[in-house]
Nanobody, 122 residues
């Protein structure tokens, strides 16, 4: 499945952003979808994920209490709402899809979007 991530940009510390993940021609309700991010010089990091029905959700330690993932079945989009952004949230954010996952391991996801840049300025 081809994924398209969008919504990145430059935001001041403490601000908010909403990222969107689209899959034209495919129903994202049929996939486990997750957001990962990668900062320069750092390894890819799990941010948030949602199961098929959006009932099961998981968050990385850095995202807990600040970020929220959700699926919009009508628009066939997966959102990542990010609040109270910090400079350490800066990076390229990728959405990924797969059929199943164990502990949101990136190797479980075989479809990846192109990434969208998020820059948080202090």
């Amino acid at each position: 499945v081809q994924l398209q991530a969008s919504g990145g940009g430059v935001v001041r510390s403490g601000g908010s952003l909403r990222l969107s993940c689209a899959a034209p021609g495919r129903d994202l309700g049929n996939y486990v979808v997750a957001w990962f991010r990668q900062a320069p010089g750092k390894e890819r990091e799990f941010v948030a994920g949602a199961g098929y029905s959006d009932i099961v959700r998981g968050y990385g330690d850095s995202a807990k209490d600040r970020f929220r993932i959700s699926k919009d079945g009508e628009k066939n989009l997966v959102y990542l709402d990010m609040n109270a952004l910090k400079s350490e949230d800066t990076g390229v954010y990728y959405c990924a899809a797969g059929s199943q996952t164990t502990d949101w391991n990136p190797e479980d996801f075989n479809s990846w979007g192109q990434g969208t840049q998020v820059t948080v300025s202090s």
